[in-house]
């Protein structure tokens, strides 16, 4: 099985998944903190990330996930959308974007204020 490497400021996660998984199902397979304000359907860019390693082993992007990357911020040539993006058989790194770690803790708000109160969050530049 392929495994996905989640990196982000505040930690990173590792999930083995079977072929054919959605990078956004995989996030939270492992309880990475990839937000997805939509739901996953394609609707908005907060699952952006960025892959680091295995890019031309994923699925081929679709013109509805280019359209809404378009909205994202700091998109680069290595940008996905999770919600969108399935694994083959090769291992994947992904960094989560401050867009979607942001995102994951607006939706997230018991999170947010723990690493609030540890002096996590807001990330320091």
């Not at 295995?54 to 378009?70: C, H, K, T, V």
């Amino acid at each position: 099985m392929p495994k996905v490497i989640f990196k982000s400021p505040l930690a990173e996660v590792s999930v083995d998944v079977p072929p054919g998984t959605i990078l956004l199902d995989a996030a939270e397979q492992g309880g990475a903190q990839v937000g997805h304000s939509c739901g996953g359907v394609c609707g908005c860019s907060t699952c952006h990330i960025w892959v680091r390693k295995g890019l031309d082993s994923l699925s081929e992007q679709s013109d509805a996930e280019a359209d809404r990357l378009d909205m994202g911020f700091d998109v680069r040539p290595y940008s996905r959308l999770s919600c969108q993006t399935e694994v083959s058989q090769e291992d994947v790194t992904v960094e989560i974007t401050e867009e979607s770690l942001t995102a994951f803790m607006d939706e997230n708000p018991v999170i947010r204020r723990a690493l609030e109160a540890e002096g996590k969050w807001p990330l320091k530049k």
